[in-house]
């Protein structure tokens, strides 16, 4: 499975857009990039994922570079409630980073 | 759907002690994960069925482990005996179309159960 980089820590103004990178470089051509978030205390819960196109749905929208190597998570217009671990996955969402953990603030 | 439901939130026991955790998948869901979460090492994958039937158990830690699944709605896992290192959130996922390359199903996690050994 394909190894990920992410930012141990981001901050992000409320309202603003947050941009989480993820590099996977050793992505294979025909494995899928997961995002998941975790509030404190709970599970984590899916976002959106990927293939090559970018993606939007009502949470997020997916930017991943056309060699594939990396990906950003967006979040258009952050809120307070989005403050969490963000995880990127690509592959069998089996192995799990360390996530970013991303602290919006007021 | 009521989502993954996990038994009990919060457990306190005792070094020695022997540990059950529940949980009842998403109806229809056919995949069921069990995950353990410590500040140490993160969200590892401890074991998944499917259809009931144990598929991969390389990441239980050791014998001390156990997990069943008797029925399509319903899996254990057990520690006997527990251990103070055992203490961590422990995880139950489950899906619909599994996990690999080219699935995109995504999995639907369980409020979890936070263990303390003392």
């Known amino acids: 499975d394909a190894k990920t980089t992410q930012p141990t820590s981001m901050d992000c103004a409320e309202g603003r857009a947050a941009n989480l990178p993820c590099n996977h470089s050793?992505?294979?051509?025909?494995?899928?990039v997961y995002w998941y978030r975790q509030i404190h205390s709970q599970g984590p819960q899916y976002i959106i994922h990927?293939?090559?196109?970018?993606e939007t749905n009502e949470m997020a929208s997916l930017i991943i570079t056309e060699d594939r190597k990396s990906s950003t998570l967006i979040l258009p217009h952050a809120t307070l409630r989005d403050t969490a671990v963000y995880y990127c996955?690509?592959?069998?969402?089996?192995?799990w980073g360390a996530g970013t953990k991303l602290i919006i603030k007021p | 759907d009521a989502g993954v439901i996990q038994s009990p939130r919060h457990e306190v026991t005792e070094m020695g002690q022997e540990v059950t955790l529940r949980c009842k998948p998403i109806?229809?869901?056919?995949?069921l994960f069990w995950y353990r979460q410590t500040m140490m090492r993160g969200l590892e994958l401890l074991i998944y069925?499917?259809?009931?039937?144990?598929?991969?158990d390389s990441g239980m830690p050791e014998d001390r482990f156990s997990a069943k699944m008797p029925n399509a709605s319903f899996s254990t896992l057990k520690i006997q005996p527990s251990e103070p290192r055992d203490s961590a959130v422990y995880f139950c996922?489950?899906?619909?179309?599994?996990?690999?390359?080219?699935?995109?199903?995504?999995?639907?996690f369980g409020p979890g159960t936070r263990l303390t050994v003392l």
């Open positions: 996955i690509p592959g069998n969402q089996l192995i």
């Open positions: 069925f499917n259809n009931n039937v144990p598929i991969d």
């Open positions: 050793t992505i294979s051509g025909n494995e899928y």
């Open positions: 109806s229809g869901h056919d995949y």
């Open positions: 996922a489950s899906n619909f179309l599994g996990i690999g390359r080219e699935s995109t199903d995504t999995q639907y």
């Open positions: 990927g293939l090559k196109n970018n």
